[in-house]
Structure formats: C-alpha cells, structure tokens
C-alpha cells in the first residue's frame, strides 16, 4: 500500500524558510516520480516541483526554482521541498505525490497523494 505522508509546515513571516518533507513508502518502482503541489484557497491545484527517482529535477513553475529546491534521500524514501524567501502568496496546502513511470507530467498524472501540509506566509 503506498503512502505519502507530508510534513514541515507551519506559520512563518515573510522572507522566512521552511524545509517540508513527505515520506513515502509502500513501493519499488523501476521508474517514478515524486512531485510537490500545491493549492491555495479558491485556487486549483498547482504543480511545483518534480524529481524523478534518478534524481533530475523540474520546476513547474520557473519563477519557484530561484528559491525552492527539490531533493531526494532515497536511502531514507524522503523528498524534500525546500523553500526560501517565502512570500504571502506562497500561502497554501502543500501535497506531495507519485506518479509510477518515467518523467513529471501535470496533476492529472499522479496517481498517489498525500494528506498536504499547511503553508502560512504572514506576520
């Protein structure tokens, strides 16, 4: 049974960081990838960043890769998001997915989520 589970979110002021983790288990996949999205409210659901399990990584997004940095642990089935500078509008649920195959594809792709984490940027 695959399971994504997020965490590392939280209330953090403006230009402030935040490191959030997903923790997935459950599979063993010649090719994957594991992707964060994200949704704020009122707003669909949008992709951030994907890494395949060889470790390429993809912005969807390109005005996110000046400040976040996707990475993998597969020693530890961990990705990472890590999000500096953050700004209000980067105020949203996180969730973290998996899609089996080759490459990152949009939201649609991913068959397995997370239960998200909660990303507040205020004062």
């Known amino acids: 049974q695959v399971q994504l589970v997020e965490s590392g979110g939280a209330l953090v002021h403006p230009g402030g960081s935040l490191r959030l983790s997903c923790a997935h288990s459950?599979?063993?996949?010649?090719?994957?990838?594991m992707a964060w999205f994200r949704q704020a409210p009122g707003m669909e659901r949008e992709g951030v960043a994907c890494?395949?399990?060889?470790?390429?990584?993809?912005f969807y997004q390109d005005s996110l890769a000046a400040r976040f940095t996707i990475s993998r642990d597969s020693d530890r089935n961990v990705v990472s998001l890590q999000m500096n500078d953050l700004k209000p509008e980067d105020t949203a649920v996180y969730f973290c997915?998996?899609?089996?195959?080759?490459?990152?594809?949009?939201?649609?792709?991913?068959?397995?989520w997370g239960q998200g984490t909660q990303v507040t940027v205020a004062l």
């Open positions: 997915a998996m899609r089996p195959g080759f490459g990152c594809f949009g939201t649609d792709a991913y068959e397995y």
């Open positions: 459950g599979f063993d996949l010649g090719w994957y990838a």
């Open positions: 890494i395949t399990n060889s470790g390429v990584p993809t």
